[in-house]
Nanobody, 115 residues
Framework: QVQLLESGGGLVQAGGSLRLSCAAS????????MGWFRQPPGKQRELVAR???????NYLHSVKGRFTISRDNAKNTVYLQMNSLKPEDTAVYYC?????????WGQGTQVTVSS
């Protein structure tokens, strides 16, 4: 089992920045991929960014150049630095961790970007 604790969401004006954090505990030795999904109001959930154990990253096209995902393996924590935020980035953001044989989701943190 892996437990995830997210933090860092909030309300910010367009053009501002936020950093999300997600700390993993439990069976952390089996973690492979860490990432972030989001679900905008009335829309489907979508992958925002993910990072492998080796540091390879993937990003949603609309956030490339504005968001940066990183992880601190010593702290078992994944971060999402979000810059130049836009109103369309408003969503509930979920931390997701993939282990060898399972997938775990955080409780979600609200990010609201005002215009």
């Amino acid at each position: 089992q892996v437990q995830l604790l997210e933090s860092g969401g909030g309300l910010v004006q367009a053009g501002g920045s936020l950093r999300l954090s997600c700390a993993a505990s439990g069976s952390i030795f089996s973690i492979r991929i860490m990432g972030w999904f989001r679900q905008p109001p009335g829309k489907q959930r979508e992958l925002v960014a993910r990072i492998t154990n080796g540091g390879s990253t993937n990003y949603l096209h609309s956030v490339k150049g504005r968001f940066t995902i990183s992880r601190d393996n010593a702290k078992n924590t994944v971060y999402l630095q979000m810059n130049s935020l836009k109103p369309e980035d408003t969503a509930v953001y979920y931390c997701v961790v993939n282990t060898v044989d399972n997938e775990y989701w955080g409780q979600g943190t609200q990010v609201t970007v005002s215009s």
